[in-house]
């Protein structure tokens, strides 16, 4: 049982648009920001958007993200198939001395 | 470029110890805190430990405190995970990666590919 909690899957047609939600508590989402990874099989886990919605160098602005409260959620615009991957979400926890907490994870598919 | 090596992986039985490895380039190594994260077979991204960039902080997972040490040498440019007391369900392919400079901790802007862990008797 993640402390963070997304959906366990997601799915849209090419050129969709797609959100992944992630909710947490005041004591992670709601006082720290969120980070959004995006994972492919066999290969290291990619920083897709951080500090609720930054987005590094490379990062296609199709993917945008948004915090509100103790929620937030992660959007791709246009979708395409190099999408289809694991997204997760994650963030520092200021309890038990600190920590940092990801999602479940949220599997994409497009179909 | 920036590059993380993770090493020192292999099969280890129940309650035995490994310690994991891993090196950086392309990047200065003292100033940025590290992470230690895991992915079990089937399962999902699992925070282990951080360290910051001095080794003065240190911050564990519930799951691995009291058995997991997490330390580095800046003048290697080395991070390590000495893991004690292994169990079935630390069985992982175990990630180090690097926190984005003036952000979170829980930012991680570059990751290693991974060094497999199998407990298993």
């Known amino acids: 049982q993640s402390v963070l909690t997304q959906p366990p899957s997601a799915s849209g047609t090419p050129g969709q648009r797609v959100t992944i939600s992630c909710s947490g508590s005041t004591s992670n989402i709601g006082s720290n920001t969120v980070n959004w990874y995006q994972h492919l099989p066999g290969t290291a886990p990619k920083l897709l958007i951080y500090s609720n919605n930054q987005r590094p160098s490379g990062v296609p602005d199709r993917f945008s993200g948004s915090k509100s409260g103790t929620s937030a959620s992660l959007a791709i615009s246009g979708l395409q198939s190099e999408d289809e991957a694991v997204y997760y979400c994650?963030?520092?926890?200021?309890?038990?001395?600190?920590?940092?907490?990801f999602g479940g994870g949220t599997t994409l598919t497009v179909l | 470029q920036v590059q993380l090596v993770e090493s020192g992986g292999g099969v280890v039985q129940p309650g035995r110890s490994l310690r994991l490895s891993c090196a950086a380039s392309g990047f200065t190594f003292s100033d940025y805190a590290l992470h230690w994260v895991r992915q079990a077979p089937g399962k999902g991204l699992e925070w282990v430990a951080i360290?910051?960039?001095?080794?003065?902080?240190?911050y564990y997972a519930d799951s691995v405190k009291g058995r997991f040490t997490i330390s580095r040498d800046n003048s290697k440019n080395t991070l390590y995970l000495q893991m004690n007391s292994l169990r079935v369900e630390d069985t992982a392919l175990y990630y180090c990666?690097?926190?984005?400079?003036?952000?979170?901790?829980?930012?991680?802007?570059?990751w290693g590919q991974g060094t497999l862990v199998t407990v298993s008797s």
């Open positions: 994650a963030a520092w926890d200021d309890s038990l001395n600190g920590h940092v907490v």
């Open positions: 360290i910051s960039y001095d080794g003065r902080n240190k």
């Open positions: 990666a690097r926190v984005l400079l003036g952000t979170s901790w829980s930012t991680l802007d570059y």
